[in-house]
């Protein structure tokens, strides 16, 4: 049964993200099978990490319980601080609207939607007019170089474009943390660079960008990066080249399997 930990227990004060002993084990036809066997990381503000590991290794099954669109077997997360395991549903609601974007592989953009109302979609809950939500989303749309596109529909526009719209989707209520699974997933390599290059300026902004991906050009533009085997953390460091520039390695915490968080 999950029990979290106590109440008045918390995380470090400058992670947007702190997982302790985070466990997730899915109930199979076959039996319990552990995809997450008890995961340590914490993840400042401002940082930009990237997941890495083979296929199976538990990274969507991470980034889905970061995300808060499913809920772990074991283990406490803490976003911005809070314990996420003593909230309400609808506080963890309005915590996860107003801290998270999040961008998938398939874009998810709804077809019969035009670009606009796609990305004023997260603002339909929120107390703001029509008018407003679809200047919020042309506002977005500009952010990502889209603008002249506001009425345009998915079909209509390219791969590398429809992954902007769901960037500026995510981007709509100023999120401080961006979790990408797989963003570059389904791009080519020259679009997949421009893509990344988006990321990176949300990140020169501040805003903390976690995304897992397959691939080393990718996991290169990312400051940390942190793979999984097997449902564990088996390494944890910053980008080589970033590493050489800070005359290091490793990230400020080596980790050994099933060790991730850093020392905070
Ligand atoms: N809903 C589920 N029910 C049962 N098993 C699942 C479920 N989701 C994932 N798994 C299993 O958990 C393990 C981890 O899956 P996960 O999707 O997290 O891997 P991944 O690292 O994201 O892989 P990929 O690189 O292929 O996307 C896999 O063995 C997978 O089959
Ligand atoms: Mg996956």
Known sequence: MYEPSPVGRSAPADAVIHVEGLTKTYVTAAGPFPALKGVDLSISHGEYVAIMGPSGSGKSTFMNLLGCLDTPTA????????NVAHMANDELATLRNRTIGFVF????????MSLQDNVALPLVYSHLDRETRRRRAREMLAKVGLDSYADSFPARISGGQQQRVAIARALINS???ILADEPTGNL????SE???ALFGQLNDEGITVVLVTHE???ADHAKRQVRFLDGLIVSDALT???AEAAGST??????TAGQGAPAC
């Open 105 to 112: 592989q398939g874009f998810n953009l709804l077809p019969r």
């Open 216 to 218: 080393h050009d990718i």
């Open 75 to 82: 283990g406490d997360y803490y976003l911005v601080g809070r």
């Open 240 to 242: 080589p080249v970033r």
């Open 188 to 191: 080519d390599s020259h679009t």
């Open 250 to 255: 490793t990230a400020t915490a080596p980790v």
């Open 194 to 196: 421009e893509i990344m």
């Open 175 to 177: 999120p401080s943390l």
